[in-house]
């Protein structure tokens, strides 16, 4: 097998796909926490505390962060593109490239 077709097998992580599909479903620029809030609802259960959602939110920043290099998404601040390759400080936002 070739190095190509070890990328080509590659499968992108379900947190990965739920942003993306999050990003397509619902129209505006949704920040991390909202995306990761609705993560957590698909998966709850019953008696989970209030905050849950937050044990999402790492996993959704680091996936944002890939699929802004791979440009698949923009990260925004301030409404505006930022690089993905320089740290990422502040309130940011998430929409798909147009």
Known sequence: MTDSEDKKEKKDDPVALFILSHLKQNPGTPSPDDIARALYATKAKKGD????????????KQQALFLARTERVHILRHGEPIDPNKPVKGLIKLALPK
């Open 49 to 60: 505390p209030r905050d849950a959602w937050r044990k999402y939110l790492p996993a959704v």
